[in-house]
């Protein structure tokens, strides 16, 4: 915003300087004429005075307007650098878990037959989410969300009795994963065969998996506090 109003300025002095010229040399012309010696050499010695100063305005405006294509280049490259920051300060953003992203992906469902005769066995326990997060994870996963609850570097999957803590928000089932991907990837590793999905299966959990076009994945909405970590200047650490 800087370098435009600065652009702006120099422009309009640059348009200035042109007028203040044309002017100048009209004045002069219009005076001329039938004149006595005298005069000659009055015109003369103004033409010159003239002359000297259109020379200075014209080099004045030659150097406004270099300084404007300085900051015009200026402003581009700025306009480029702030992008390039912008794009990767949303990478983060995404990484990080802060803000609602969408995709491709798959929709999953986690859940235990409540009317079972070996319900104990079924329960589907907090060591189930992790390994599903985690080959999620090794499959490319983008994104996951578990009942709309956000996975981050600090989220937390533990086991309350029958319950499932996520981000501190106590959970029954079923267990919704929502996660952004290559549809068929992330379904193909989950299937694999004595995998992990085979596995829980196994023990009487019904798992269902959607592929979809579109998944939108909510963002964390807790707080991230870190009391004892910080950055490490260039330099630091040998």
Same mark, same amino acid.
Not at 72 to 88: M, T
Not at 96 to 112: C, F, K, N, S, Y
């Given at each position: 915003m800087k370098n435009t109003k600065i652009s702006l300025s120099?422009?309009?002095?640059?348009?200035?300087?042109?007028?203040?010229?044309?002017?100048? &040399? /009209?004045?002069?012309?219009?005076n001329l004429g039938p004149v006595t010696e005298y005069r000659a050499r009055e015109l003369a010695s103004q033409l010159k005075k003239v002359t000297a100063e259109r020379d200075n305005l014209i080099a004045l405006k030659n150097e406004l307007e270099r300084k404007l294509h300085e900051y015009?280049?200026?402003?581009?490259?700025? =306009? *480029?650098?702030?992008?390039?920051?912008?794009?990767?300060l949303n990478k983060a953003r995404? *990484?990080?878990?802060?803000?609602?992203?969408?995709?491709?992906? *798959? *929709?999953?469902?986690?859940?235990?037959?409540? &009317? =079972?005769?070996?319900y104990n066995f079924n329960i589907i326990h907090y060591t189930d989410l992790l390994e599903l997060v985690n080959e999620l994870n090794a499959a490319g996963a983008e994104a996951i969300s578990i009942?709309?609850? /956000?996975?981050? =570097?600090t989220t937390e999957i533990r086991q309350a009795g029958l319950h499932i803590n996520i981000n501190t928000v106590k959970f029954a089932p079923p267990y919704v994963f929502k996660v952004i991907g290559d549809p068929k990837t992330l379904e193909a590793a989950l299937r694999m065969r004595d995998g992990i999905v085979q596995r829980i299966e196994n023990k009487g959990v019904a798992i269902s998996i959607t592929q979809q076009q579109s998944v939108v994945v909510k963002k964390y909405d807790g707080v991230i506090e870190k009391k004892y970590s910080r950055v490490v200047k260039e330099g630091e650490v040998q």
């Open positions: 120099i422009g309009l002095v640059c348009l200035v300087l042109g007028v203040m010229v044309a002017v100048q &040399f /009209r004045t002069v012309k219009a015009e280049n200026a402003e581009a490259e700025g =306009s *480029i650098a702030a992008k390039y920051l912008n794009e990767e995404i *990484i990080a878990g802060l803000v609602d992203v969408e995709g491709p992906g *798959i *929709i999953m469902t986690v859940d235990d037959l409540k &009317f =079972s005769e070996n009942n709309d609850q /956000r996975i981050i =570097s």
